[in-house]
T-cell receptor
Framework: GDSVTQMEGPVTLSEEAFLTINCTYT??????LFWYVQYPGEGLQLLLK?????DKGSNKGFEATYRKETTSFHLEKGSVQVSDSAVYFC????????????FGKGTKLSVIP | ETGVTQSPTHLIKTRGQQVTLRCSSQ?????VSWYQQALGQGPQFIFQ???????GRGNFPPRFSGLQFPNYSSELNVNALELDDSALYLC???????????FGDGTRLSIL
């Protein structure tokens, strides 16, 4: 079946450091890919998405590119802030939206001043 | 615009009991999905309702059931609770089956 694998956390960075969170997927078809963020005590918020190969999703300084050849969708940000501390989930689904999302286990990011 | 609201926020039950969790979808949304998020794990899809009909189900036993009402709010019912049912239950609504999902803050269910 379909699955998503994320790098193990937690990840601790200093403010203004460069962030990469790796995500790879296994899928039988051609899914859409998503990054969601979960702040403490809250539900998930959609951060960005890409619906086909070579698409780049971006939002709030975060970016991720859909790489079909490496089945990857790594999340990057050039300069993290303390407010970026949260748990980040990579996910896939079939369709342009988010029908039946399949999530990775999540990566906890802590940014220290 | 009111977002997705879930109730209760926390709940404690014992093994064998039954529980009902509730979700009010965001205004204008006709699709509701439910997810189970165990501690330290990613959410797992339970099922989705579209216009009051079940529209897809994940790998969960029949004791997990749901309803969607004409106003598109939804309930998740779990019978014969087991210890492994302890988790955060997330509801998400969208304006269609293939539209971005908006999540509520979840209900934390603890089974003793």
């Amino acid at each position: 079946g379909d699955s998503v694998t994320q790098m193990e956390g937690p990840v601790t960075l200093s403010e203004e450091a460069f962030l990469t969170i790796n995500c790879t997927y296994t899928a039988t078809g051609y899914p859409s890919l998503f990054w969601y963020v979960q702040y403490p005590g809250e539900g998930l918020q959609l951060l960005l998405k890409a619906t086909k190969a070579d698409d780049k999703g971006s939002n709030k300084g975060f970016e991720a590119t859909y790489r079909k050849e490496t089945t990857s969708f790594h999340l990057e940000k050039g300069s993290v802030q303390v407010s970026d501390s949260a748990v980040y989930f990579c996910a896939l689904s079939y369709g342009a939206g988010s029908y039946q999302l399949t999530f990775g286990k999540g990566t906890k990011l802590s940014v220290i001043p | 615009e009111t977002g997705v609201t879930q109730s209760p926020t926390h709940l404690i039950k014992t093994r064998g009991q039954q529980v009902t969790l509730r979700c009010s979808s965001q205004s204008g949304h006709n699709t509701v999905s439910w997810y189970q998020q165990a501690l330290g794990q990613g959410p797992q899809f339970i099922f989705q309702y579209y216009r009051e009909e079940e529209n897809g189900r994940g790998n969960f036993p029949p004791r997990f059931s749901g309803l969607q009402f004409p106003n598109y709010s939804s309930e998740l019912n779990v019978n014969a609770l087991e210890l492994d049912d302890s988790a955060l239950y997330l509801c998400a609504s969208s304006s269609g089956q293939d539209q971005p999902q908006h999540f509520g803050d979840g209900t934390r269910l603890s089974i003793l």
